[in-house]
């Protein structure tokens, strides 16, 4: 079955302890993609990659990083969390080209509280 | 800027028709997408329009595309329980590679 696979999908800790939120996709996408949603603000992208070793900053990168060792695998880290990036996060995958009807597929979310 | 717009909120009886508005910002967006985002779930695609058609039917699902007034809208025809969820259109932004901005969305509540 194609699917995203985000770990772990709660997860509340404390300011300054470093986490990461794995993410898999087992549909040998290239694009994969970062974001977090929050009220009224609908979902903004933090970071994404187009492929193995190549990626980007989005809109909402502070506080964040990532790396794309291997295609499949696109984790999130967190080096210092703080409140403000309690959220619901999600991951998606998608072919490289093709949007309109090959379009981003989503994992279930996971859902970070820093206190 | 690069928001897209869209109402907080509706609420239908079931059986009713739903329509859900957007407006987004950029004209030079080829795609525009309807995404359903039930509880404790991902975002799942529902339908999309192409920015050369004004209007594309999928079942019970009807999306009109004004490209003058940048608006777009989707309607649920005969709405079910069901269908209770976070809807969110998206345009993509053509930014040197095919960048996906999302709405705020909008949360459908059905009433029996």
């Known amino acids: 079955e194609a699917q995203v696979t985000q770990n772990p999908r709660y997860l509340i800790t404390v300011t300054g302890k470093k986490l990461t939120v794995t993410c898999s996709q087992n549909?040998?996408?290239?694009?994969m993609s970062w974001y977090r949603q929050d009220p009224g603000l609908g979902l903004r992208q933090i970071y994404y990659?187009?492929?193995?070793?190549?990626?980007d900053k989005g809109d909402v990168p502070e506080g964040y990083k990532v790396s794309r060792k291997e295609k499949r695998n696109f984790p999130l880290i967190l080096e210092s969390p703080s409140p403000n990036q309690t959220s619901l996060y999600f991951c998606a995958s998608s072919p490289r080209t093709g949007w309109a009807n090959q379009p981003q597929h989503f994992g279930d979310g996971t859902r970070l509280s820093i206190l | 800027g690069e928001d897209v717009e869209q109402s907080l909120f509706l609420s239908v009886r079931e059986g009713d028709s739903s329509v859900i508005n957007c407006t987004y910002t950029d004209s030079s967006s080829t795609y525009l997408y309807w995404y359903k985002q039930e509880p404790g779930a991902g975002l799942q695609l529902l339908t999309y329009i192409f920015s050369n058609m004004d209007m594309k039917q999928d079942q019970r699902l009807t999306v009109l595309l004004n490209k003058k007034d940048k608006h777009l809208s989707l309607r649920i025809a005969d709405t079910q329980t069901g269908d209770s969820a976070i809807y969110f259109c998206?345009?993509?932004?053509?930014?040197?590679?095919?960048?996906?901005?999302f709405g705020t969305g909008t949360r459908l509540l059905v009433s029996p």
């Open positions: 549909m040998n996408h290239e694009y």
């Open positions: 990659s187009m492929n193995v070793e190549v990626t």
């Open positions: 998206a345009e993509i932004m053509n930014t040197g590679f095919q960048k996906l901005v």
